[in-house]
């Protein structure tokens, strides 16, 4: 095993949480022959296609969606900035990041600026330009913001009782304001999709927050974010 070979790495690895593509470890000076020697011995893992993991850290979290996304970006510069040019998380994936609600993703979902296609049968990419302020950073990962992960639900007909676990959860930890899903619920008549007619997004949220905590929802929100 090459120790020299690690430490190159590990110029990657660093920024990744662990994680190195191939095209970045050729850019080091690690071809596929060492990579699959490290591997052997068990310094490295691969995780998914061209893709991997060292083992002398501890695995993260919410290892097999970074890897997905990195095969998005594999000849990115491990130490650069991420932004949302390079794909965000979204969907039910974006709620596993911000560990929100109880739905359990299918797939791995990213919003990208231009149409792309992948191989993988478990990724899902969506040709979509986000506003500025549509998503942040969350784990070393761009995600979208609350807002946007629950009318995204709403757009996509999830169960609003799921859909109101989801808002709650990101409102306790903070990860948005009230006034923020308002203004959002009030940009689209979601009530009609749900047989709820014309319904002020005041009103929308309040049932969504009934749903999840029980009649006095909203009240507890009111009181736990205020």
């Known amino acids: 095993m ?23 470890a050729e850019r080091l000076g690690v071809g596929d022959v060492e990579l699959g020697r490290l591997t052997q011995a068990g310094a490295l893992q691969r995780i998914a296609h061209g893709v991997y993991l060292t083992t002398l850290a501890p695995e ?48 791995h979902e990213f919003a990208m600026p231009d149409r792309r296609r992948t191989r993988r049968d478990d990724v899902r990419l969506y040709e979509r330009r986000l506003a500025v302020d549509a998503s942040t950073i969350v784990d070393g990962l761009p995600v979208t913001t609350g807002p946007v992960i629950v009318t995204d639900l709403l757009a996509s007909g999830y169960d609003l009782d799921q859909v109101g676990n989801v808002m709650v959860d990101l409102l306790f930890s903070r990860r948005m304001k009230p006034e923020e899903m308002i203004f959002a619920l009030g940009e689209h008549s979601y009530g009609h999709g749900y047989g709820l007619g014309e319904i002020s997004a005041r009103d929308f949220y309040d049932y969504l927050a009934e749903l999840a905590l029980g009649e006095h929802g909203p009240v507890e929100l009111e009181r736990r974010c205020s």
């Open 2 to 24: 090459s120790t020299k070979a690690l430490v190159r790495l590990g110029k990657a690895t660093a920024w990744q949480y662990g994680l190195v593509t191939t095209t970045q």
């Open 60 to 107: 993260p979290s919410h290892l097999e969606l970074r890897a997905a996304w990195l095969q998005l970006n594999s000849a990115r510069e491990p130490s650069k900035k991420r932004v949302a040019e390079e794909g965000v998380v979204c969907g039910v994936s974006a709620t596993q990041l911000y560990e929100a609600g109880v739905l359990l993703p299918h797939w």
